[in-house]
């Protein structure tokens, strides 16, 4: 009886120790083959602001941000409409207590990602070997000479599992007064 639940503790630890490494690889090979970057940040002029900002809640940041496939593997990225490319992610501040997931314009926050919530109208829009995705995206600046990222959530490969990936940490610009 207990050399049967040595073997089964032993298979379960193995089992977990295979799976946790696979996890692993999947999230260096993730790393190795999308690159997702802001590369550019600045404020919005007074024409910009009253052209693109629309009914959004009084955005005046204007950043490009790229996302890139470099890898052999197929990603998807998951999409708020379909055949479209307004990408789903969220805003994330790194503060002196850690990193921090703004949840909305209120100004509430977490400390751990609320993750993707299902939307009856979102898509995953496929992202193959060598493709690249650039778009602008508003945010508001509220905190100047913070440091933020931003997420997407994709697929990779053939799986299933939905993974929250970071673009690269920018830090807002100071406001220039006039």
């Not at 708020?80 to 501040?93: M, P, T």
Request: glycine share 8%; charged share 25%.
């Amino acid at each position: 009886m207990q050399s049967t639940s040595i073997r089964r503790f032993t298979l379960l630890f193995i089992l977990f120790c295979c799976c946790r490494g696979f996890a692993q690889t999947e999230s260096r090979e993730i790393n190795k083959s999308v690159k997702f970057e802001v590369s550019s940040i600045r404020f919005m002029t007074d024409e910009e602001r009253a052209r693109k900002a629309g009914d959004n809640l009084d955005p005046d940041l204007v950043m490009k941000c790229r996302i890139e496939n470099q890898g052999k593997v197929t990603v998807y990225l998951y999409t708020d409409f379909v055949n479209s490319i307004v990408l789903r992610g969220h805003l994330i501040r790194r503060t002196d207590k850690g990193l921090v997931w703004v949840l909305d314009t209120s100004g509430k926050e977490s400390s751990t990602s609320p993750g993707l919530s299902p939307r009856t109208s979102g898509g995953w829009l496929l992202l193959g070997e060598g493709d690249a995705v650039e778009w602008e995206a508003l945010q508001q600046s509220s905190k100047t000479e913070e440091t933020r990222a931003i997420t997407v959530f994709m697929k990779y490969g053939g799986s299933e599992k939905v993974v929250e990936f970071f673009s690269n940490f920018y830090k807002v610009p100071a406001k220039v007064t006039k």
